[in-house]
């Protein structure tokens, strides 16, 4: 339990996690995790693919009529921005820049315009350094 204000709640324990998509087009989709991006499989089941995602998993399985909110992000970090921006030049919407908080990004869109925002997290950043005394 945790003490938040003058409340006592429950935290839950998350055994796994995972982002799920429901594709417009599963084919197209699909494609453009597994060939366009790279991604590892995971796992296969009929009507779907896990990929491994980092720490985390991609899922692409079931249907859509409609694409994915614009508020939908799925950030992924590379060990070099740069070579990543020659692969996938023709998927680019936003070049690769130093962002206020000190991460170099880059955009690309999946088939249904699903954010996709690659960061490369340079040596000196703090996310790389232990700030604990």
């Given at each position: 339990m945790?003490?938040?204000?003058?409340?006592?709640?429950t935290?839950?324990?998350?055994?796994?996690?995972?982002?799920?998509?429901?594709?417009?087009?599963?084919?197209r989709?699909l494609?453009?995790?597994r060939?366009v991006?790279g991604?590892?499989?995971a796992?296969?089941?009929p009507?779907?693919?896990?990929?491994?995602l980092?720490g985390g998993?991609?899922?692409?399985?079931g249907?859509?009529t409609?694409?994915a909110?614009?508020?939908?992000?799925i950030w992924m970090?590379?060990?070099?921005?740069?070579t990543?921006r020659r692969?996938?030049?023709?998927h680019?919407v936003r070049?690769?820049?130093v962002?206020p908080w000190?991460l170099?990004?880059?955009w690309?869109t999946?088939?249904d315009?699903?954010?996709?925002v690659?960061v490369?997290v340079?040596?000196?950043h703090?996310?790389?350094r232990?700030t604990?005394?």
């Amino acid at each position: 339990m945790c003490a938040v204000g003058w409340r006592i709640i429950t935290v839950m324990e998350i055994l796994g996690a995972r982002i799920l998509i429901r594709p417009v087009d599963p084919g197209r989709t699909l494609a453009f995790y597994r060939d366009v991006l790279g991604l590892a499989i995971a796992r296969e089941f009929p009507g779907g693919t896990v990929f491994f995602l980092g720490g985390g998993f991609l899922e692409v399985s079931g249907s859509a009529t409609e694409p994915a909110s614009d508020g939908v992000a799925i950030w992924m970090q590379v060990r070099d921005l740069d070579t990543v921006r020659r692969d996938l030049a023709g998927h680019v919407v936003r070049e690769p820049r130093v962002e206020p908080w000190g991460l170099r990004e880059m955009w690309v869109t999946d088939p249904d315009g699903t954010r996709i925002v690659l960061v490369q997290v340079p040596p000196d950043h703090p996310i790389r350094r232990d700030t604990r005394d």
